[in-house]
């Protein structure tokens, strides 16, 4: 018998409204509290979350979205797939569970990378071919266990097999070729004997992930996804079950699923707003409900209801039945909009968080499943709200005179070799520079200060003062180590991206924002709404105190405009294009009072070029023209004895490859440690010419490297860079690290320099 799905939510944050988990797992690592006090702040999360939205109205409420750390990592678990490093500590389910997340004693954690384009990290499964499966845990069955003794029926939600097998890698020493995928049908055997007993502890419907299919997918790998749900969809006494895809089109995977037995899809029709033309080409899909994702899931603003509506009306007469959701898992956005109290009037009224999009689903499938004349207003209404806080939203004329009187030349600098002539001789480097990324240590005290900012136990003053001893501290540390081209840094900023947020205009700020970036780890991404200009210079104070304090160059910090628009909330009434260069023209005027100020080398950080890749390939060079243009545009203003240089992480340059040349920066600093040199062959595959910072210390692990291993990286960078353009530095800033690992690390640097500077 099928039951109707109605509406619905992917998933929900898990965090707390008030990031009671974050805390509870950071007192529990710290030993502060046990075990069972974590679990029991877990449980109350997860009951207040079901018992919200099922007085909200959701007609289906999902579960097994909470999550100790990530629901790749509970994937692991579950199906018993944890490396062995891990199994020979010994350590109880809970501890083993956390070890992979973060590591423990001398083994390493796990691989953390970015799940898809969003700023939310997963940890990598390894699997091998010697990987046994087996159904090791119950926590999807006792989370829907809980939910129902609390009287809510709930949909579990499963990450999808062939999405986890893609995720996956191999693990180290597995056969040469060998791939996840062919871990397929040993996997589909576990979780049948899953969903055999979700059916039978009563669950009418599970929800199973598989956003891989999102992404370009080769014919045998689309393949693997129609064999498995053929299979799942044959099970006896099975729930009905439901395979999303989510942060962009489904594409080819529809009509691969509509050929299945699974009852229902979904599809995010936000990012993948093409595939709704293709419905009602794909007859399978009559026999099926379709779930549409019309409320975006990953950004804070309201829904144009009536335009939602008005699809999901015209959707409806192509399928069996239709679902109203949201295109993604909540996960994405804050809580509550409710829990603000300072943000803009006029602003606030065009935002929706988790809380709010439930109700725009709720209200939404009230419209579509009947006629109630009161549900149709507010449903037509809402749209007028959006349009209204539209036309009241910042407009700032001079700015828009600015980005039209562009010209081709405001993103071009003079020659690469005329640029480093000029620096060249105002720096007066050696080969192989020493420098960092730019953020030390955010010690207790750093972050105290801040704090004490806040409840008005410090002033102003005060404040900058506490800084500038930070940024003293931080120069003569450096200066003493000998590091050739120092940073002030950063202590003053809260997050590199919230702190140039929160001194721009344009922009505004959450109190209790949060959004989990990964495990403990939160962001409070701020809100760009209006066009965006700088009322007054935003790092100039800083960097020009750090330099009056030593002889070296001291690096001015900024952040991209790429990864200013990748880490806020961004208006989506404008191209993003459009977006990032009226943030570049503010970035490009505060290089200008840098310089002014004698500032002679100035870093823009874009660590998430890579991340707002898009999914498919064919959307990728339209994505590059505008983030490399808005780059360039904030730094092409500089003279060419200014040395530009930008950063990236997150290695996986294969893609961006092109860009990072295209970027033009006079150094590029980036990821290398762990992959060992790799990018090295990248870069010089396209000709790469500039100067470049290959990482020779992982600051995302506690090891202190040895000098040993830190040269033997530059002698590798030495052989395929010629030395007076490499540079030699950390991975990434270093505000993640203790004093205690960051000071000798950067001593062994130093060191390990100087060894391979001798031998040139
Ligand atoms: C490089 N990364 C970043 C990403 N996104 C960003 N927006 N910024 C990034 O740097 N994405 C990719 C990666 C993700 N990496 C990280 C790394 C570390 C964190 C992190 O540590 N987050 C902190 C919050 C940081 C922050 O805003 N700190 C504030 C203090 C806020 C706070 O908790 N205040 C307390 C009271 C004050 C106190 O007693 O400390 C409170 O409100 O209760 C600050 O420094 O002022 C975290 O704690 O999660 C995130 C992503
Ligand atoms: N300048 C920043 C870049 C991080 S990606 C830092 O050092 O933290
Ligand atoms: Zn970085």
């Known amino acids: 018998m099928t039951s109707p799905i109605g509406s619905t939510v992917l998933g929900y ?3 707390g409204p008030r990031r009671e988990l ?26 207040d979350a079901w018992a919200d939205l099922a007085a909200a109205g959701l007609d289906s409420v999902p579960s097994n979205t909470f999550s100790y750390y990530d629901q790749v990592l509970d994937t692991v678990q579950l199906f018993d797939a944890i490396p062995q ?17 973060r590591g423990r004693d001398t083994v390493p954690a796990m691989e953390l990378t970015k799940w898809f384009d969003t700023n939310y990290h997963y940890l990598v499964p390894e699997l091998g071919p010697g990987t046994r499966f087996e159904l090791a845990g119950d926590k999807p069955i006792a989370e829907y266990q809980d939910a129902r003794a609390q009287g809510v029926q709930t949909r579990p939600v499963l990450l999808g097999p062939v999405t986890f097998l893609l995720l996956a890698k191999a693990e180290a020493g597995a056969a040469e070729g060998f791939a996840p995928l062919e871990l397929l049908d040993p996997l589909l055997d576990r979780y049948a004997e899953l969903l055999t007993r979700l059916g039978a502890a009563g669950a009418a419907w599970v929800q199973l992930d598989e956003p891989a299919f999102c992404a370009d997918r080769t014919d045998g790998e689309l393949a693997a996804l129609g064999r498995a749900y053929d299979r799942l969809s044959r099970l006896p006494g099975r729930p009905q079950l439901l395979v999303t895809g989510y942060f962009g089109d489904f594409g080819a995977a529809l009509p691969v699923l509509a050929g299945t037995g699974v009852e229902a899809i979904g599809v995010d029709l936000v990012a993948g707003r093409a595939a709704a033309d293709r419905i009602p080409d794909i007859p399978a899909l009559r026999t099926k409900t379709l779930v549409a994702g019309v409320i975006e899931g990953r950004n804070i603003w309201r829904t ?73 207003e507010q449903v037509a209404t809402a749209g007028d709200a959006v349009r209204s806080g539209l036309a009241a939203a910042r407009k700032d004329e001079q700015i828009r005179a600015r980005i039209a009187a562009l010209k081709p030349e405001h993103r071009l600098r003079a020659a690469y070799a005329e640029r480093a002539e000029a620096q060249s001789a105002r720096l007066g480097l050696p ?7 730019g953020s030390f240590p955010q010690t207790t005290d750093v972050r105290k200060a801040r704090a004490d900012l806040r409840a008005g136990r410090v002033d102003d003053a005060g404040y900058a003062e506490r800084m500038r001893a930070e940024i003293e501290r931080v120069v003569r540390l450096q200066e003493e180590i000998g590091l050739d081209v120092l940073v002030h840094g950063e202590p003053e900023r809260n997050d590199m991206v919230q702190y140039f947020g929160e001194l721009l205009d344009g922009f505004a700020f959450t109190e209790n924002g949060w959004v989990q970036s990964y495990g403990s780890r939160c962001v409070r991404p701020p809100i760009l709404h209006g066009d965006v200009s700088r009322p007054a210079p935003m790092t100039v104070e800083w960097s020009t105190y750090a330099q009056s304090l030593t002889s070296k160059p001291v690096k001015g910090m900024l952040t991209g405009p790429v990864t200013i628009l990748a880490w806020s909330f961004v208006r989506d009434d404008q191209p993003l294009g459009a977006t990032a260069d009226q943030v570049a023209l503010a970035l490009r005027d505060e290089i200008t009072d840098l310089e002014a100020a004698g500032i002679g080398i100035i870093q823009v950080d874009e660590p998430a070029l890579r991340e707002l890749l898009p999914l498919r390939a064919e959307d990728r060079k339209a994505y590059l023209d505008w983030a490399v243009g808005s780059f360039r545009l904030a730094t092409s203003g500089a003279a060419p004895g ?24 006079d150094v590029t600093t980036i990821e290398a440690a762990r992959s060992k040199m790799e990018v090295l062959a990248d870069l010089a595959s396209i000709g790469y010419s500039r100067g470049v910072g290959p990482g020779i210390y992982d600051i995302h692990s506690p090891r202190v490297p040895s000098t040993d291993e830190m040269a033997e990286l530059l002698t590798e960078a030495v052989r395929a860079v010629p030395a007076e353009r490499v540079w030699s530095n950390p991975d990434c800033g270093l505000k993640t690290r203790g004093y205690a690992e960051v000071d000798p690390a950067l001593r062994n640097l130093v060191e390990a320099t100087r060894r391979v500077r001798a031998g040139l």
């Open 642 to 665: 200014t040395q530009i240089h930008t950063h990236l992480c997150y290695s996986e340059f294969g893609d961006v490859i092109e860009a990072i040349h295209g970027l033009d920066a």
């Open 431 to 437: 080969p192989l520079a020493t420098t960092t990324i």
């Open 85 to 101: 490093r891990y199994r020979d500590l010994g350590l109880n389910g809970l501890d083993t569970y956390f070890a992979m997340a």
């Open 304 to 376: 144009d209801l009536s335009a939602a509506a008005a699809l999901c009306a015209r959707l409806k007469e192509s399928v069996a039945d239709l679902a109203v959701s949201t295109s993604c898992s909540l996960l994405h956005v804050p809580y509550d909009l409710a829990a603000e109290t300072s943000l803009p009037p006029d602003v606030a009224a065009r935002l929706a968080f988790a809380r709010q999009k439930v109700d725009e689903v709720v209200l939404l499938g009230k419209a579509l499943a009947g006629d109630d004349p009161q549900i149709a």
């Open 13 to 15: 944050p898990r965090i």
């Open 22 to 47: 974050k805390r509870a797992l950071e007192k529990y690592w710290a030993g502060d509290i046990e075990a069972a006090q974590l679990r029991q702040m877990a449980r109350d999360l997860r009951r």
